[in-house]
């Protein structure tokens, strides 16, 4: 399995690692730009940055006109047109026969985009989370089996009170008998979203942003819309279109119970979006934020300055991390915890 | 750049992706770690059982020995009883045929004594009818001839019968 795994990132990795280094020309001295770094930093992107070497990511493009199409970031990275497409701010457009691109009064490209279905650094950091997920486990599965009724051991033991926590603190209270169906994905959105807030806070390995994305949050929180509507039995739908024990001018002639409980049905996988994006987005923009003032020191007064504010800065980032970490831990479990409360309520039996 | 719009190529690798890591590890991880996990469960929750009632067992065995113990007390304390008894009747017993051996041998030493008294009294009056003959032939004697030395004869002899 990590020999397979290896062998993707070498293959991902190896679309042309050479023609990347010392390409930092595009600030040309016009100044440090905190939130352009920023940005660019919790944004997705097409390259992966490891201190000065860039390595380029595959480009994967379909449009209907010129079908699946796949090559290097390395032959856009540059903002030139190639083979008509042309990378800016990380979209890519199509280009007209000459290279040209349209673009409105405030110079913003107005051109059609291609779907993008690039391996992008969120793509790539998603299936390093997913490949880790997969060693781990099947390695700690593969140790129940060896070892059978004894206690367990290495990562084994490292990663069974984290299970056991999972269905016993998490699962089993919040659903209650019906738990074990849902455990297996309980359990995947809780580490896929722990190891993937870790590996974003991992420095120097090119800065991922896995669930601090939000299509990734999205996808997960429907995930969960999903399993909640296809669990929801009688009662559970009952309470939203006909909820039992209110009075009847709530519900006729203007049916104000219905909206409420609809706005909240619709609200829960929105709430689980945005609350895991802008935990894990934020705390990178904190420590980021932190780690430029630095810069912005140097700027303004000189390297005296950027040295001075460094030592305070380096402190509140460390703090911060520290933070972080324990966010980390925390989004994964409030995560999952609410969507272990949508399912119990989903499948839970009323006795009215 | 808008970090709050999805982009629609990510949401499909997420979608993808997440559904076959769901899959995989349902099939080759968590099914796995759920079951043995629960079979623990189960086997310590069985040891945990079988450890009280060991346990229990242990206790019943315990009171059975005390019972067992108390009661070979008490037959203990009953036959040390019937021996201190049975000396007891043995030492009555043996001082009463002791007594009636003793009453016994005194009579019989009585009965004997009156037997020897009677045969001795016996002889002492055979005796003295000898001496009162053989005193009657030496009067008999004597006055054959002197009255005088008859009659002192006759009274020596009777002080000396007296004597006897």
Known sequence: MFRFFIAIIIFMTSFSLFAEQAEEKHGEDKGFNAGEVIMHHVMDNHEIHIGPIHIPLPIILYSKEKGLEMFSSSKLSHGEP???????????????EDGSVA????????????FDLSITKTVFGMFLTMGLMLWIFISVAKGYKKREGQAPKGIQSVM?????????EIAKPSIGKKYEKFLPFLLTIFFFIWIGNMLGLIPFIGGFNVTGNIAVAMVMALFTFIITSVNGNKDYWKHIYN???????????????????????ISKPIVLTLRLFANITAGHIIILAFVSLIFIFNNLYG????????????????????????VAFLQAYVFTLLSALYFGSAVEEHAH | MNPLLPELGLVLWMSVAFLVILFLLKKFAWKGIIQALKDREEFIDRSLKSAEEAKAQMSQLKSDNEKLLAEAR???EAI???????????????????SEEGNRLVASARTEIEKEKLQALSEIKNQVAEISLSIAEKVIKNELTDKASQESLVNDHLNKAQMN
């Open chain 1, 82 to 96: 190639y083979n008509g497409y042309i990378m800016e701010h990380e979209k890519i457009y199509f280009t007209g």
């Open chain 1, 243 to 265: 909820t039992p024990g209110v009075p009847w001018w709530l519900k006729f002639p203007i049916p104000l119970m219905f909206v409420i409980e609809f706005i909240g049905f």
């Open chain 1, 103 to 114: 673009r409105d009064d405030h110079g913003h490209i107005t051109a059609e985009k291609p």
């Open chain 2, 80 to 98: 040390l009883k019937e021996a201190r008894e049975m000396k007891e009747k043995i030492l009555s017993d043996a001082k009463i045929s002791a």
């Open chain 1, 303 to 326: 390297a005296g300055g950027g040295y001075g504010v460094s030592i305070l800065s380096v402190a509140f980032s460390i703090f911060m991390f520290a933070i972080e970490l324990l």
């Open chain 2, 74 to 76: 008490t037959e203990r």
């Open chain 1, 160 to 168: 069974e009170p984290l299970i056991l926590f999972v269905k016993d």
